[in-house]
């Protein structure tokens, strides 16, 4: 049958409305917001905490560049984790992966629809982290100082590269039934301490600061450093590497996905229960 | 016995059949711990705090078995199936609930150990040794407290459902901050850590970096006063359990809800 444009708008529309709904549990939206940022927020006041405790107050650049990483990874953990928890949700708990595969949108669509549902959440996180943590850690950043265009095109590129980054989880958490949980979140832990966001890729061992170099989303993340303070502006933002990165970074992305669909398809993993 | 035997095997053995569970279970603590060291390196802090994030990281791993593992079991066993064969067979839902505290309490204590290992030896942090004997007690008494907590748990989650198991976001990151799992609790303020010392894993975590750390650690509770909360913590929660399982277990036979799936 072919598709539709009309099918893809739907899809995308119903997709991310299940998204939304089972992700949060048909619950209301603001207590909804406040449990799914509860986690970043925390990670945020650990972080604080061992600041205050270790430096004293001493090294507030250092607390700064610290707390803009996690306020970042709110995207990161909604939108990769809603991508791959769709997969496991949909063939080991719900087994409907089939019905989904078989309807009218492509499996693409559908999961960028159920991964956009956690755009919300990380926007939430995003701007509660950093109003709060500016507010009672007075972390000197000013409206004024924001490059908001700088801002607003991060936001726009982080569901991009994240989008991608969410396929390449969901292609290896389709081929691999066996172990549909740990794989996601394996990769996610370790972008976490490879992709700057809380830990400088200076003070990591060789191997992993060119390996975080060469992450679009070590670049992306720097980017938001850049348009929310001067702090992080003494050179010009690097473009070129977060284009370049970003791009290639697409590309295996997409690509590593459609052949983990081929090859689960071909092998029958495609709607392989494997919870006992 | 049993029954308590019967369910602690697939625990203990299951595991080996799926070696990929015990990688992972090991590999995600491993991965937080080296990350909130290398913040810590970042923030120039002395090298003992190493030994308290290894510490807290370590036990970590044991609060998401006893959430995951134990708390939300029944759960699963009625969206499996299984927990309509639990009830007819000729034993009690407490016998076989001790049956996977005792099986994933020893599983979680060697993923848990295996953790501390990996990530002293990445490290190399140094531990007070000859106090290994007061840091069992400690780690025996915590992980009773948490898996007894565990059981206590598991029949609200199999009685109030999906709706309760939402919630469950709040057992990652806002325990690892209420822990004090990467920073010594009571350095913050002693008022909320002893608001904090409501959850056992707190005095457990406190109670270890006070008998292995080879510096001053900054504490308001001495470690033989948190095992005694600890083993009276398990006591009440053990007893809090049974009266639980039995109200949810009538109820849900009241009104028709014990095997009824994806409520």
Redesign the interface.
């Known amino acids: 049958m072919a598709i539709k444009k009309r099918n893809l708008r739907k899809g995308i529309y119903s997709s991310f409305l299940i998204g939304w709904r089972i992700e949060t549990n048909w619950g209301k939206p603001l207590s909804v917001l406040l449990v799914r940022t509860a986690r970043p927020i925390s990670s945020a006041l650990i972080l604080s905490f061992m600041y205050s405790i270790t430096s004293q107050g001493t090294q507030k650049e250092n607390l700064l560049w610290v707390l803009i990483g996690i306020s970042t990874w709110g995207f990161v953990q909604n939108q990769v984790e809603f991508m791959y928890w769709a997969i496991v949700s949909e063939r080991e708990w719900l087994r409907n992966i089939k019905n989904v595969i078989i309807s009218p949108t492509p499996f693409i669509v559908y999961l960028t629809g159920r991964s956009s549902a956690g755009l919300p959440f990380g926007l939430f996180s995003f701007a509660v982290i950093l109003t709060t943590s500016n507010l009672l850690l007075n972390l000197g950043i000013k409206l004024s100082n924001i490059y908001f265009h700088y801002l607003f095109l991060a936001i726009v590129l982080s569901f991009i590269i994240l989008f991608f980054l969410g396929l390449l989880t969901a292609g290896i958490t389709l081929s691999t039934p066996k172990y549909p949980i740990g794989v996601g979140e394996a990769l996610v832990g370790v972008l976490y301490l490879i992709s700057g966001s809380i830990v400088r890729p200076e003070i990591l061992p060789e191997i992993l600061q060119k390996i975080s170099l060469n992450l679009p989303l070590s670049h992306l993340i720097n980017l938001y450093r850049y348009a929310l303070s001067p702090s992080f502006r003494t050179y010009a933002y690097n473009w070129i590497d977060l284009f370049s990165t970003g791009l290639i970074f697409s590309i295996f992305g997409y690509l590593i996905y459609s052949y983990s669909f081929y090859r689960a398809r071909a092998n029958g993993k495609i709607d392989q229960q494997t919870m006992y | 016995m049993r029954t308590v035997y019967g369910r602690a095997y697939p625990r203990i053995f299951g595991t080996i059949r799926?070696p990929?569970?015990i990688?992972?279970e090991i590999?995600?603590p491993v991965?937080?711990i080296?990350?909130?060291i290398?913040?810590?390196?970042?923030?120039?802090?002395?090298p003992e705090?190493e030994s308290f994030a290894v510490i807290g990281g370590s036990m970590m791993a044991i609060w998401f078995n006893v959430v995951f593992g134990m708390a939300l079991q029944l759960r699963w066993e009625k969206?499996?199936g299984n927990l309509e064969i639990y009830i007819t067979s000729p034993t009690k839902l407490s016998w076989i609930l001790l049956g996977m505290m005792f099986g994933g309490g020893l599983a979680t204590s060697l993923y848990s150990i295996s953790v501390f290992t990996i990530s002293s030896y990445l490290f190399g942090t140094t531990f007070l040794w000859s106090n290994w004997y007061k840091a069992v007690i400690i780690f025996i008494s915590c992980v009773i407290s948490l898996y007894a907590v565990g059981m206590s748990l598991s029949s609200l989650f199999l009685r109030f459902g999906?709706?309760f198991?939402?919630?469950l976001?709040?057992a990652?990151?806002?325990i690892?901050?209420l822990s004090g799992?990467?920073?010594?609790i009571f350095?913050?303020n002693i008022i909320f850590g002893l608001f904090c010392s409501i959850i056992p894993i707190t005095l457990g975590i406190d109670g270890l970096r006070q008998v292995l750390v080879l510096s001053e650690y900054p504490t308001f509770i001495d470690w033989k006063l948190e095992t005694l909360i600890m083993i009276i913590y398990a006591f009440l929660a053990l007893r809090f359990a049974k009266f639980t399982l039995a109200w949810m277990e009538e109820s849900a036979r009241e009104k028709g809800t014990l095997t009824l799936k994806w409520q």
Do not use: M, T
Request: proline fraction near 5%; charge should be negative; hydrophobic fraction near 40%.
């Open positions: 799926q990929s569970w990688f992972f590999l995600l991965l937080s080296i990350a909130f290398y913040v810590l390196r970042g923030f120039n802090a002395k705090f969206e499996g999906r709706s198991e939402y919630y976001e709040l990652n990151e806002p690892h901050f799992s990467y920073y010594p350095s913050v």
